[in-house]
């Protein structure tokens, strides 16, 4: 019945809700936009809170639909980690991350880390180590450039295998974050156990530091015991001078938000990289 031309929205909205419809026709697109070459990779600084230098990037994936226009990874992305078609989606994103990185480090730019994210079910793959190798090794990048970030919600599921996963990715040389730290569960034990390089402080408690005395509490308890266990911090979401004051006089190590730059794309990026003065 879907395909009769004139009536297909009339057989639709008949029987079901226009928003599973939209989702049906929303996942029908997302399965061929990759061989569509729809999606475009952006790129955000992080920055080192003393220096002001770039440290790494953030790889945030983009959508240019042609009917619907720019949509969102927020829309996106949790429908494609619902419907599995994150597994492709996520193994372009590592592999083009790689390859752009390595494009960079080729034309003389001094090398910095590359951050990806990883949704829980291309975490809990069991293809997701040889997905990493092979971007690794196809594109030669040094392993010490690449972070995976991985939301503190995925490390609470499944703790055998992902102690495991993480250990393998430790192996290979790769740096693993915990993303939208605060967020996620209360036992803090994970943090003890699991192999992490570095901690980043989710956006909803930076936005109000400046005036929530809660949050700002908060934050200052986060970056003493990430410090505390040897891990970096990074705080998300750093959209004013009053943010940057408070996380300098609490020793945050590095920053990332629209005070100094937005995600852009790959040739916007290069340009930041050619300005910067190290
Ligand atoms: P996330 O990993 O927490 O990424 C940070 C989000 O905050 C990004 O949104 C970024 O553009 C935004 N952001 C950065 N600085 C600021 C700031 O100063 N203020 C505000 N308000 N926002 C800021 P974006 O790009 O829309 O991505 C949303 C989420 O989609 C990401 O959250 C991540 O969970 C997911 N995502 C994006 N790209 C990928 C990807 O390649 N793979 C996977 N698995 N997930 C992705
Ligand atoms: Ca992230
Ligand atoms: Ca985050
Ligand atoms: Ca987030």
Redesign the pocket.
Same mark, same amino acid.
């Given at each position: 019945a879907k395909e009769q031309g004139g009536n297909r929205y009339q057989l639709y909205t008949a029987e079901m809700k226009s928003t599973d419809f939209e989702r049906m026709e929303l996942e029908g697109h997302l399965r061929k936009a990759i061989e569509r070459e729809e999606f475009e990779?952006?790129f955000?600084p992080k920055l080192h809170l003393h220096s002001s230098g770039i440290s790494g990037m *953030?790889?945030?994936?983009?959508w240019h639909n042609p009917q619907r226009g720019l949509i969102?990874?927020?829309t996106f992305?949790p429908l494609?980690?619902e419907t599995g078609l994150?597994i492709p989606?996520?193994a372009w994103?590592l592999r083009h991350?790689c390859e752009q990185a390595v494009n960079w480090q080729q034309a003389g730019h001094a090398p910095v880390r590359m951050a990806?994210?990883?949704?829980p079910r291309?975490f809990l793959s069991p293809d997701l180590i040889a997905t990493v190798a092979d971007s690794l090794q196809e594109t030669g990048l040094d392993p010490k450039f690449l972070e995976l *970030?991985i939301?503190e919600s995925t490390l609470m599921q499944n703790t055998e295998k992902t102690l495991n996963t993480l250990r393998r990715l430790k192996e290979m040389g790769i740096r693993i974050s915990i993303?939208?730290f605060g967020t996620g569960y209360s036992s803090l034990s994970y943090l003890k156990r699991f192999p992490f390089d570095m901690l980043?402080i989710?956006?909803a408690f930076v936005?109000d530091i400046a005036h929530d005395r809660k949050d700002a509490e908060i934050v200052a308890a986060i970056i003493s015991l990430a410090h505390s266990l040897d891990l970096d911090v990074v705080a998300?979401?750093?959209?004013t001078e009053e943010q940057l004051a408070f996380l300098r006089a609490h020793g945050c190590d590095e920053i990332?938000?629209?005070?100094f730059h937005?995600?852009m794309p790959a040739r916007e990026f290069e340009r930041v990289l050619l300005d910067r003065t190290e």
């Open positions: 990779l952006y955000q *953030e790889v945030l994936i983009r969102s990874p927020a992305i494609a980690e994150i989606i996520g994103v991350a990806v994210n990883l949704s291309q *970030e939301t993303d939208d980043k989710d956006q936005r998300e979401g750093v959209e990332q938000g629209y005070l937005r995600p």
